[in-house]
């Protein structure tokens, strides 16, 4: 349930509403919009007395939020979110993309390969540090060392850096060296990760599991909005069907559901969807023209010799093809790259 104010409602007839709420025995949350401030009821509401909440001075309406995602949905926020890393804003017009190889392998394969992507337009930078692997004999990053030369990479192109967390124990480090979080699709639901990245209020891509409903997804966000932290994006990458032509089956239909019933920036990452290079070209043409804030993709100097996810990563060549069609479409659905 979310509290309307009206558009003149002043600051105490805010403070009064929000100790109302507490008094009953609920928590609130605060979303200060450019024409309403709204006021979020966090608990079971089937008990509480909205009409008596109705009749308070500066509230517009009280309107009963029944999905279960009450401050990732609309009703909650109407406006949409946008999220800021650094100078880029993810969520506005323009489309964002980042972009990097799946792991960082030496300092010579992360530092060419941000300043190809760079080059190139991209926005932002990825790189795995710390590698969530099928098999524990294959690569597992580098830990601290990698996101030192991701920091190293920052420095020398001035791209934001986005790389994956994957345990509460670990998020100090990660934040020391990244500007934004990337919580992979095998922790979507990792909760106590969930928990203690909500409560670190920095920057998080959130990645929906390869067989996590949208309600699902979004429930995962939730945790992260209900522990503070209001910077959080949604990554469509691929969801387990029958499907064997491709590693996953890109959900295009998430993209639209997302943007009606939540206010959260979503990306798409056609890499991981499409687990073949020749395919993410137009993977990531489709996501952009459904409506997608942005890309995350696959980049790497030397595809070839990637110690992970070879098949999937573009060359910087092929790179900047994929810009050059992806501003085509971007002009064509009125956004900009």
Not at 74 to 100: F, H, K, M, Q, Y
Not at 133 to 160: D, H, I, N, V, W
Not at 304 to 331: C, G, N, W, Y
Request: net charge negative; aromatic share 4%.
């Amino acid at each position: 349930m979310v509290i309307v104010m009206q558009d003149h409602a002043n600051p105490e007839d805010i403070e009064e509403a929000i100790h109302q709420v507490k008094a009953m025995g609920y928590g609130v949350n605060l979303s200060r919009g450019d024409e309403r401030t709204v006021i979020g009821i966090l608990g079971d509401e089937r008990a509480l007395d909205w009409e008596h909440l109705e009749l308070l001075p500066g509230v517009e309406q009280v309107v009963r939020i029944l999905k279960p995602y009450k401050l990732a949905s609309r009703e909650s926020r109407p406006e949409r979110t946008i999220v800021r890393i650094g100078p880029v804003a993810i969520g506005g017009n323009e489309i964002v993309l980042i972009a990097g190889p799946c792991a960082v392998e030496s300092r010579e394969q992360i530092i060419e390969t941000a300043k190809a992507v760079k080059k190139a337009g991209a926005h932002m930078l990825r790189g795995g540090a710390f590698k969530p692997r099928s098999s524990p004999y294959s690569f597992q990053g580098m830990a601290e060392e990698g996101l030192k030369l991701l920091a190293e990479a920052r420095e020398a192109t001035g791209l934001p850096v986005v790389t994956e967390v994957m345990a509460p124990e670990q998020l100090g480090m990660v934040i020391e060296y990244s500007d934004m979080l990337q919580i992979g699709a095998r922790n979507m639901q990792n909760f106590p990760l969930l928990q203690a990245a909500g409560k670190s209020g920095h920057p998080v891509l959130l990645k929906r599991g390869n067989s996590a409903t949208v309600e699902e997804w979004l429930m995962a966000a939730e945790y992260l909005l209900s522990n503070g932290n209001t910077r959080v994006v949604l990554c469509e990458r691929g969801i387990r069907t029958f499907e064997t032509a491709t590693r996953n089956t890109t959900d295009i239909n998430a993209i639209p559901v997302i943007k009606h019933h939540s206010h959260l920036p979503v990306i798409d990452d056609p890499s991981h969807a499409a687990g073949d290079w020749r395919y993410v070209t137009s993977i990531s043409l489709a996501a952009i023209a459904g409506g997608a804030d942005g890309l995350i993709v696959e980049v790497h100097n030397q595809p070839a010799k990637a110690m992970s996810d070879s098949a999937q990563a573009l060359t910087p060549e092929k790179f900047i093809e994929l810009m050059q069609r992806a501003r085509r479409v971007a002009a064509a659905v009125e956004r900009s790259i």
